[in-house]
C-alpha cells in the first residue's frame, strides 16, 4: 500500500480529477463519461476489500485507482503510455498514424492532455521516424550530418521528446539500406521486361580530380511504357583515361545481369578510337553486337546541341555582349526601366517579351535575351537618343547579326526542346529537327557572310560528327512511326544529299532490314499472346509440309518450297507498304506498336527496343547546361558506395511518386467520368 501512494500524484490537477471521480462514484444517476485517453488503454476492476485498481489493457499491468472513498489521479497511468513502458502497446503501433499525446511547450501552468476528434492513440515509433527522415535526405539531397546539427537536434527533441537522435552513421545506414530495398524493386522490374535496354552515360566532374558515371537505363515494359532508371553512378579515379567508360559499363552491366540484354550506348563525349575499341571488346565477351554493332555507341544530342551553341555564341561574342550591356543598363535602375517602358509604349511595340539578363550557365537564357532586345530594338535605339548615358545600343548591322544568331540558336532550342518537354522521349522524335539543322547549316556552309564564317564552319564539324554517328539510328527510329516509315527518309534526303541521297536511302534500308533479319534469329523473351500466335502460324505450315510430302514428289516439293519462301513478304515489307496513319500531334508510337504486336510479332520487338534508344544523356532540367555537370564538395567526402546509395535512391522515390500521382489524378478521371 505504501508504493501504491508512493506511485499516486500529488498536483493540483490530479487532486481535482480525484474529487470528480469520486463524486462520479457516490453519485451514480450523475455519472459522466470518462474523457481521460487513458481510459482507452485502462479498465477498472475490483480486487477486494473495497480496493480498485486499473489495469493495462495491453500487459495487464495493474496500477493504484481507488482505496474506499480515496481515488487516485491518472498521472500515472499516462505516464505508462505515454513513455513507451508498455512493450505490447510498442509492438501493436500502427505506423500510418500520430503519437497519443499532443504535449504543450513547458510553462508553469499545469499541462492538460486533449483527445483529437477521429483519432487513435498510438505508441510512438523511432524506426518509423528514422525512415521518414532517411527519405527526406535523399529527396532534397540534405547532408546526412544534418541529424548531428545542433538546430535539428533542438527541433526534433522539441517535437518528440522521445525520439532517440541518431548519429551520422545511423543515418547513413538507413540511406543505404532504403536503396538496397528500393534496387530489389527494380531489380525485378527490369528482369521481366520483354526487350532489351539501352544505356546512356554522363560524366560529371569533382574538385578532387574524380570522375563520376553516371548510367541510366532506358526500356519499353510489357505493357509498353517507357521508362528511365539511374541504375549506377560509378566513380573513376582517372576519368580521361580510355578505360574509364568500358570500366563503368561492365560494372553496371554485371550487377544488373544485363549482359545479354543491352541494345546500344549513348555517352555524351567523344571517345578516343581507342576507348571505342574498349567499350566494343568489353561488350562483345557477353553481349551480342546489334547490327555488328554499328547501333552500339551513340552520341548525346543535348551535348552535341549545347556545343553548337556556344560555338554560334562565342563567334557573335561581341555583339552579344554589346546586347547584354544594353539589358543591363535598362533592368538594375528604375529609372531607366521605367524610360525605357515609357518610350515602348509611346511607339506601340506589340512585343510582349520583357528583357533580361541571360545565365551564363544556361545556353537558352542567352538566345531569350537576345531575341527580346531585337523584337524591341526600336526602344533601344530610342533610348539612347533621349539618354544621355546610355551609349551602346547596337547598331543596325549589330541588329542584324543578332537576327543571325538568333536564327541558328532557335534551331538548337528547338530541338532541345523536345528533349527537356519530355521525361522519357521516344527515339522517333528527333529525326526531323536534326535534319532541318543539317540542311541550314549546309546552307550556311556554302554562303559567303563573313559574318557566318566566323562560326558556322566549327559548327558543321561537331554537327557532322554527330550526324555520322547517330544517322542510321535516328533514321531506323522514324521508320518505325507509321505515320512516316521509309517515305519521310526518302523526302528529306533528297533535300540534304540531293543527287546522292540515293545512296544513304538505300543505307538506311539496307540496315533496317539488316536488323529485322538479326530479329528473327534471337531468342525471344515468352510472351504468352504472342507465342500462342507464333505457335499457329508454325503448325499450320507444318500440316502444309507434311500434305506435300505425302505425295511422293520430293523434288517438286523442295522446288515449292524455295519458290514460296522467295515470294513471301517478310513483317517489315507488308508493314512498310501499308499507307502511312494521319499524323495526329497526340499520337502514341509505343501504344499503336502494343496494338499491332500480334500482327508484326517480331517487328514490334525490334520496334521497341529501337524506339527505347535514348538520343540524350542528360535529365530534362539540365538539356541546356552550358557547362558539364559538377559533383559537390560535400558528395565527394563521402565513400562511392553512400554517393550511389543516395542519387540512385532519389532517382527511384521521385519515380515512385510520380507513378503513385499519375496513378491518383487518372482514378480521379475516371471517378469525374
Known sequence: MDMEMRDSPTADEDNQLAMVDSEVETQPAKRRKKKSLVWDHFVIEDVGSGNRRAFCKQCKQSFAYSTGSKVAGTSHLKRHIDKGTCAPAIRTQDDSQLTPYTQPASSGTSKKLHRIPGSSSVVFDTDHCRHVISNMIILHEYPLHMVEHSGFVTFSTNLQPRFDMVTFNII???????????????????????????????????????????????????????????????????????????????????????????????????????????????????????????????????????????????????????????????????????????????????????VSVDNKYKWNTTYEMLLAALELKE????????????????????????????????????????????????????????????????????????????????????????????????????????????????????????????????????????????????????NDEEDRIVDEVKNEKSLAGTLISCNGLADFDVFIMKSTSQQSRSELDMYLEESLLPRLQDFDVLNWWKLNRTKYPVLSNMARDILSCTTSTVSCDAVFDSTSKEMDRYRSSLRPETVEALLCAKDWLQQELLLSTSANTTLKVESLI
Open 172 to 354: 547513413q545506414g538507413d540511406c543505404v539500406a532504403t536503396y538496397l530495398r528500393e534496387k530489389q524493386t527494380l531489380m525485378k522490374r527490369i528482369e521481366g521486361i520483354p526487350g532489351r535496354i539501352s544505356l546512356a552515360l554522363d560524366l560529371w566532374t569533382s574538385g578532387q580530380t574524380m570522375g563520376y558515371v553516371f548510367l541510366t537505363g532506358y526500356y519499353v515494359d510489357s505493357d509498353w511504357k517507357s521508362h528511365r532508371r539511374l541504375l549506377n553512378v560509378v566513380m573513376e579515379p582517372y576519368p580521361d583515361s580510355d578505360t574509364a567508360f568500358s570500366h563503368a559499363i561492365a560494372a553496371c552491366l554485371s550487377d544488373w545481369s544485363l549482359e545479354s540484354k543491352l541494345f546500344s550506348v549513348t555517352v555524351n563525349q567523344p571517345l578516343s578510337d581507342t576507348a571505342i575499341e574498349n567499350v566494343r571488346a568489353q561488350l562483345s565477351i557477353k553481349n551480342t553486337l546489334v547490327l555488328n554493332g554499328q547501333l552500339l555507341l551513340q552520341s548525346c544530342l543535348a551535348r552535341t546541341l549545347s556545343t553548337m551553341a556556344k560555338d554560334v555564341l562565342e563567334g557573335g561574342r561581341y555583339v552579344v555582349k554589346k546586347v547584354r550591356d544594353s539589358v543591363k543598363y535598362v533592368k538594375f535602375s528604375d529609372v531607366h526601366e521605367d524610360k525605357f517602358l515609357e518610350i515602348k509604349q509611346q511607339l506601340q511595340v506589340s512585343s510582349t517579351r520583357s
Open 379 to 526: 526602344v533601344f535605339s530610342c533610348l539612347q537618343s533621349s539618354d544621355p548615358g546610355y551609349k551602346e545600343a547596337p547598331t543596325a548591322e549589330e541588329w542584324k547579326q543578332v537576327e543571325i544568331l538568333c536564327s541558328y540558336l532557335k534551331l538548337f532550342v528547338d530541338a532541345a526542346n523536345i528533349i527537356a518537354s519530355q521525361s522519357v522521349p521516344t527515339a522517333n522524335t528527333y529525326f526531323h529537327e536534326v535534319c532541318k539543322i543539317h540542311m541550314e547549316l549546309g546552307r550556311a556552309a556554302a554562303s559567303d557572310d563573313p559574318f557566318l564564317d566566323g562560326f558556322v564552319k566549327l559548327v558543321k564539324e561537331n554537327f557532322d560528327k554527330y550526324w555520322k554517328n547517330c544517322c542510321l539510328i535516328l533514321a531506323m527510329a522514324v521508320v518505325i512511326d507509321p505515320r512516316f516509315k521509309m517515305k519521310l527518309v526518302e523526302f528529306t534526303f533528297t533535300k540534304v544529299y540531293g543527287e546522292d541521297a540515293d545512296t544513304y536511302i538505300k543505307y538506311v534500308n539496307d540496315g533496317i532490314h539488316e536488323l529485322f533479319n538479326e530479329y528473327l534469329a534471337f531468342p525471344r523473351v515468352p
